[in-house]
């Protein structure tokens, strides 16, 4: 255990660094949310079209948090601009329940509804994807043969 620590170090070391450049970056440095999640898809992902006709897949993860006997889910809606072919197949493909790690940016939008009230929604913009974990099935396939 202790190999697991002092491989932790150099990272906490520069976690408690003054942070005076962005050196590890080569994006303009503007202000961004980025989010981080940890949790299991919802349902499966739904391909829609925008008004301009771009693909896009949508699709919600849920997180939790707490102790088991008052743990508090939330439910967090993500966006995919996919690029065609295997990467959408890809995330088309995926199980409800899957775990997954996503990245994502994080943008506030504001509208007003048909009555004329004022609502928001976060908006998040998947940057990275990876499944953690697949639901298990008992070791069958959900396809009938």
Not at 31 to 48: D, K, M, N, V, W
Not at 74 to 100: A, C, M, Y
Not at 114 to 138: C, H, I, Y
Request: glycine residues 8%; without cysteine.
């Amino acid at each position: 255990m202790s190999a697991f620590f002092s491989s932790l170090r150099p990272a906490l070391r520069m976690a408690n660094a003054p942070q005076a450049a962005r050196a590890f970056s080569s994006s303009p440095a503007h202000s961004i949310a980025r989010l981080t999640l940890t949790g299991r898809l919802g349902a499966e992902p739904e391909l829609h079209a925008t008004s301009s006709g771009q693909e896009i897949v949508k699709y919600n993860i849920a997180t939790s948090h707490g102790p088991r006997d008052n743990r508090q889910t939330s439910w967090w809606r993500i966006t995919n601009f996919v690029p065609e072919g295997s990467q959408r197949d890809f995330i088309l493909g995926l199980q409800k329940g899957t775990l997954l790690y996503v990245e994502g940016d994080a943008k506030m939008a504001n509208w007003e509804d048909s009555e004329g009230q004022t609502r928001s929604a976060l908006n998040v913009v998947q940057r990275t994807l990876e499944v953690l974990k697949r639901p298990d099935n008992g070791g069958h396939s959900d396809e009938s043969h």
